[in-house]
Nanobody, 117 residues
Framework: VQLQASGGGLMQAGDSLRLSCVAS????????MGWFRQAPEKEREFIGS????????VYRDFAKGRFTISRDYAENTVYLQMNSLKPEDTAVYYC???????????WGQGTLVTVSS
């Protein structure tokens, strides 16, 4: 399994940004695809997830209303749409995949998002 995250960059507060995660090497039916982030000197935190087959989403409270996770079957890609970016959204963003309960098995390399005020 390979997960290739991209789309990060230097943004201004209030901007919108969409991150992509291209998944390959596996039939992802039955998988849950997640997005995480790790801010400087902080632990990695879960943002939300989407089931590959049904498209059911789950979000942490801080992400509700501003972040949207979606997937595109044809492109084998999962997206993280982020709106109204804030400086505190500055972090390395990771996509991950799993088909077991309790942990994510596969991780992408991360993409850096920097939001200036």
């Amino acid at each position: 399994v390979q997960l290739q995250a991209s789309g990060g960059g230097l943004m201004q507060a209030g901007d919108s940004l969409r991150l992509s995660c291209v998944a390959s090497g596996q039939n992802f039916n039955g998988y849950v695809m997640g997005w995480f982030r790790q801010a400087p000197e902080k632990e990695r935190e879960f943002i939300g997830s989407i089931t590959w087959l049904g498209g059911n989403t789950v979000y942490r409270d801080f992400a509700k209303g501003r972040f949207t996770i979606s997937r595109d079957y044809a492109e084998n890609t999962v997206y993280l749409q982020m709106n109204s970016l804030k400086p505190e959204d500055t972090a390395v963003y990771y996509c991950a995949a799993t088909h077991v309960i309790g942990r994510y098995e596969f991780w992408g390399q991360g993409t850096l998002v920097t939001v200036s005020s």
